[in-house]
């Protein structure tokens, strides 16, 4: 059974940094796309950034050059480091992989089955 547990949300700062961690178990976390999505309250859940089996990733453009999607096969983790926070980055935060190989929309939200519970990013001004 593939499970995804993220962690390492929090309250911060505008300006200030987080990285959130997504531990993987269950499957070959090396072979799959995997992706950060967030929901603002009362928004839908949207794609943040997403990183492909091979490595090439994707970001959407209001966090280029702000985050960095990451992944460590040796220990099934992935990553997303978060710089430079605004108010508007406030949300939950998703972690969610694709258990079918192949090419893939890598920030669609319909490309992922399986998520994890969420952790919490709150950036006050």
């Known amino acids: 059974q593939v499970q995804l547990v993220e962690s390492g949300g929090g309250s911060v700062q505008a300006g200030g940094s987080l990285r959130l961690s997504c531990a993987a178990s269950g499957y070959t976390f090396s072979r799959y796309s995997m992706a950060w999505f967030r929901q603002p309250p009362g928004k839908e859940r949207e794609g943040v950034a997403a990183?492909?089996?091979?490595?090439?990733?994707g970001y959407a453009d209001s966090v280029k050059g702000r985050f960095t999607i990451s992944k460590e096969n040796a220990n099934n983790t992935l990553y997303l480091q978060m710089n430079i926070l605004a108010p508007e980055d406030t949300a939950m935060y998703y972690c969610?992989?694709?258990?079918?190989?192949?090419?893939?929309?890598?920030?669609?939200?319909?490309?992922?089955?399986?998520w994890g519970q969420g952790t919490q990013v709150t950036v006050s001004s």
């Open positions: 969610a992989t694709t258990t079918s190989r192949g090419w893939c929309a890598l920030l669609s939200r319909t490309t992922y089955n399986v």
């Open positions: 990183i492909a089996s091979t490595g090439s990733t």
